[in-house]
């Protein structure tokens, strides 16, 4: 009887932690590489939760059953128990591996020069490009399709793929977004990607997350996120025909060292 209430009491205590976490696993997502993080740290939470509760409660439960017993003998071989927690163990590893793998596999997590982006937009709408350039101590995006420059606001649109070429002028430095869930490092000379897809509209803090010298701490920016119509009247008041000249001009002048 004493078993049975024991593991009466961890399965009641591994709901009520299931049910302490669901509103920290409720999280909103802004794009769609943050839900994908979010889900992965969701299933491995609802794993990990349940088995720090069980093991917490053994733990209790041997040290109230044992706390007289002043002679303590060793534990008997019980090939049984050992196979059924080897086994269980590498099911739970195998579990996290796989569960990691798709996340991690994913372009909108980890995106290389070879990702295919008619993959991840299935064909349906053209994925948006912009350059990003880190330069002490200032973030600089050009737009090539609409030739359009901008410092330290980096402006997308809602509900379309977005492939950020994030590169260095002079130092290493990291574009990091961490609201969206991204993250990349910038290093000069060579290009590194990220791909993402905004779902909410809104504004977002840019920060350089690689000491890059005495100005790192300020090299700030900021990532606006914008319907798709106000997207595109934003990209044809600041084209090189319309009156966003000055944009590019800006850039430039908050570019200099």
Known sequence: MKGKRVALLTLFA?????????????????????????NLNNQLMYIAVPITVLVEAILFYTVW????????????????????????TAIILLFVGVASYQVLADPFVTATPDTDLDTVTDGEEEALEVQVTAQKYNWQF???????????????????????????????????????????DAFPGQSNYIVTEATDTGEHQLYCAEYCGVGHSQMLGTVEVRTQDEFQSWLDENGAGGSGNATAGNATSALAP
């Open 142 to 184: 050009h737009y090539p399709g609409s030739d359009v420059t901008n410092a330290n606001t980096l402006v997308l649109p809602t509900d379309r793929p977005v492939r950020l070429n994030i590169t260095s002028s002079d130092w290493l430095h990291a574009f990091h977004a961490p609201s969206m869930g991204l993250k990349q």
């Open 14 to 38: 591994a709901a009520l932690a299931a049910v302490a976490i669901e509103p920290a696993a409720a999280q909103s997502a802004d794009t769609t590489t943050e839900r994908l993080i979010w």
């Open 65 to 88: 059953k044992f706390k007289n017993n002043e002679s303590p003998l060793p534990t008997k071989e019980n090939r049984r128990l050992e196979i059924t927690w080897t086994v269980a």
